[in-house]
């Protein structure tokens, strides 16, 4: 099946740094990425929905100067935390659809555990 | 945003035990995905019934919608212990609505099987 892959897995940042989250689409190409955060024993949060070539659209009450998103190819998005804060950390994921006659399952990228420190 | 409620929230049983695990949502849906993660690591899709379908099953998986409802269902059948994770359900945006293949989740069932 298809390929998501999200790097780095895990990343450990200091309070104020920036830090950049990978998502590649290794086999289909993905003019739409989406971007989601999760807490510990919660569900996943959409954040954002990537769009090849345009600006993200992001969900009500995520700051967009905060997580910034690129998708600078059919095959890559980027999230950039930047300043990041204790708060920002969380384990964000990624993932894509290929479109084939309407959009059928999601592949998902491993997840970056991000600890704030 | 969360798409609606997953009951239990939490599920222990034996192997060999079938699990059931419950979703309701709140809008219209294309379509209803479940998915299974391990800790700490990303999603794995499992099975997706239209929502023209009633049911459809995949191996030991058994998945019913109910649309009038607004509820799916889940259910594992004799269950192994590695079949221990967390299970989301998912909807995705009607076509007419300006489908942008989002993904809404449910808030998850973790379930535990005892060897």
């Known amino acids: 099946g298809a390929v998501v892959s999200q790097h780095p897995s895990r990343v450990i940042c200091k309070s104020g740094t920036s830090v950049k989250i990978e998502c590649r689409s290794l086999?289909?190409?993905?003019?739409?990425m989406f971007w989601y955060r999760q807490f510990p024993k919660q569900s996943l949060m959409l954040m954002a929905t990537s769009n090849e070539g345009s600006k993200a659209t992001y969900e009500q009450g995520v700051e967009k100067d905060k997580f910034l998103i690129n998708h600078a190819s059919l095959t890559l998005s980027t999230l950039t935390v930047t300043s990041a804060h204790p708060e920002d950390s969380s384990f964000y994921i990624c993932?894509?659809?290929?479109?084939?006659?309407?959009?059928?399952?999601?592949?998902f990228g491993q997840g970056t555990r991000l600890t704030v420190v | 945003s969360q798409q609606g409620e997953e009951d239990p929230q939490a599920l222990s049983i034996q192997e060999g035990e079938n699990a059931t695990m419950n979703c309701s949502y709140k809008?219209?849906?294309?379509?209803l995905q479940w998915y299974r993660q391990n800790s700490g690591r990303g999603l794995v899709h499992l099975i997706l019934?239209?929502?023209?379908?009633r049911e459809k099953h995949s191996g030991r998986l058994r998945v019913t919608l109910d649309t009038s409802k607004k509820s799916s269902s889940l259910l594992i059948t004799a269950s192994r212990a590695a079949d221990t994770a967390s299970y989301f359900c998912?909807?995705?945006?009607?076509?007419?609505?300006?489908?942008?293949?989002?993904?809404?989740f449910g808030q998850g069932t973790t379930l535990q099987v005892k060897p």
């Open positions: 019934i239209r929502s023209n379908e």
């Open positions: 998912a909807t995705d945006e009607p076509y007419f609505s300006g489908n942008t293949g989002k993904l809404i």
């Open positions: 086999d289909f190409q993905a003019t739409t």
């Open positions: 993932s894509a659809r290929p479109l084939s006659a309407g959009y059928t399952e999601a592949f």
């Open positions: 809008t219209s849906i294309n379509n």
